[in-house]
């Protein structure tokens, strides 16, 4: 990228978006059903899980304004960065109070941060975006989101090794994902990026060796996790970053175990027992 190009995306920096919207009971019933959990119909009042507010303020652009790879075009809110591959790449959240079904919500987003690095597999752009999002009562949840683009690697390049895994679990889940999961996870979150779902369209365009497995799922399985053993705590901080790409190809695994105080330690392991995710989690008494 030349010196002009990267000029023009710090302009970006400071914008802003608002978007308003309804939390409604369906998206969370089709999510539960997604993640195979038992809950019952969700009714007025009931709190939304977290990371469940993914599910709403959905971008909804006309198909005549999606690029080849599935995603919007290029600009308008995030700048237009030109390298090809884009990645959800990590987070931090905030949860001031729970979002509850029938509310009106609000959400205000701002580009905090755009960065350029030299990375020893080629050139990356980080995206550093932060949202706001207030219900009748204001403040309900900060987020911190990492977004990072980069090159396709030559056809025929194998990938590093992921780091490896922890393998000191409190509890553990296996996952298998396949294209049916990872569908019902893009229609839930109007996410049209092909690699989930157009298995062609991954391996001939961008070099995967199979279908790419959601940043967001990956986290949202995390908490799922946390959720599932250890009911009785209210999550008020998350924060996380993925460190290698899972694909359908094979099962992986989620992990989590107690760390200092009222912290968890959660991570996702891929087949091979490397690395793909970190995360940790403050809880309070519910």
Known sequence: MDPQEIQHLHEWIGRTETRS??????????????????????????????LWHWLYFLPVHRQSELGT????????????????????????????QPLRVGENITRVSRILNVTHKQGRTGELVFVLVRHEINNDKGLALTEEHDI???NLPPLGEVAPA???????????????????????????????????????????????????????????????LLRRHQPSVNLTQ???????????????????????????????????????????ATTAPA
Do not use: C
């Open 21 to 50: 919207d309804l939390v409604t009971p369906v998206p969370i019933a089709a999510l539960a059903a997604t993640l195979d959990r038992e809950d019952p119909p969700p009714q007025p009042g009931d709190p939304l899980p977290p």
């Open 69 to 96: 790879d599935g995603h919007p075009g290029r600009g308008g809110f995030l700048p237009p960065v030109s390298l090809p591959r884009r990645m959800w790449a990590g987070g931090r959240l905030e949860f001031v």
């Open 148 to 150: 990072v683009y980069r």
């Open 162 to 224: 992921a780091p490896p895994a922890p393998q000191d679990a409190a509890f553990t889940r296996t996952i298998r994902p396949d294209d049916v999961l990872l569908f019902r996870y893009s229609a839930l979150t109007f996410n049209g990026h092909r690699i989930h779902y157009d298995r062609r369209y991954a391996a001939e365009q961008e070099h995967y060796p199979g279908l790419v497995v959601h940043g967001p799922l990956m986290a949202t399985l995390l908490v799922d």
């Open 238 to 280: 998350f924060e996380f970053r993925a460190v290698s790409p899972l694909y359908d190809v094979a099962w992986f695994r989620i992990h989590g175990k107690p760390d200092a105080g009222p912290t968890y330690k959660l991570w996702v392991e891929n087949a091979q027992g490397g690395l793909a995710m970190e995360a940790t």
